[in-house]
C-alpha cells in the first residue's frame, strides 16, 4: 500500500512516517502542503492519502473532494487536531473514508482496518 502523509507540521510528517514505516508500510511520500501533494499524486498511483485539516494553502476537505475527482481509487483520511464531538458532520462527505483526530494510534488502527 503506497500512502501519501501531507501535514504541514515537519515533526508530524516525520513522526508519522516513522510509525507506518515501524508497522510495515514502506511506501510512503511526504507533503507539506496541498502543491507538493498534488505532484506526488501526479508521480505516483497512491492508495491512501492523509491529509491534515488546516494546510497553508488549502485546506484537507477541499484537497480529499479534489483528490477523489481525479483519483477516484484512492482513499482520504483526515487526520487533524479540529475534529472534535462537535464537528464531525464537517468532515462527512464521499471523498472522505474517515475523519479522526490527530492521534497517531487511531491512525494506525484506522489504516490495519482497512
Request: charged residues 30%.
Amino acid at each position: 500500500m503506497k500512502i501519501l502523509l501531507i501535514d504541514d507540521d515537519r515533526n508530524m510528517l516525520s513522526s508519522l512516517g516513522f510509525l507506518l514505516n515501524e508497522h510495515g508500510y514502506t511506501d510512503i511520500i511526504l507533503a507539506s502542503d496541498c502543491r507538493q501533494a498534488r505532484e506526488a499524486l501526479k508521480e505516483n498511483r497512491v492508495d491512501l492519502c492523509v491529509i491534515d485539516y488546516a494546510l497553508p494553502d488549502g485546506n484537507g476537505v477541499e484537497l480529499a473532494k479534489e483528490i477523489k475527482k481525479q483519483y477516484p481509487q484512492t482513499k482520504n483520511i483526515i487526520f487533524t487536531a479540529y475534529f472534535t464531538d462537535t464537528n464531525p458532520d464537517d468532515f462527512k462527505n464521499e471523498a472522505i473514508f474517515a475523519a479522526i483526530p490527530k492521534k497517531v494510534s487511531k491512525l494506525v488502527e484506522l489504516i490495519q482496518k482497512k
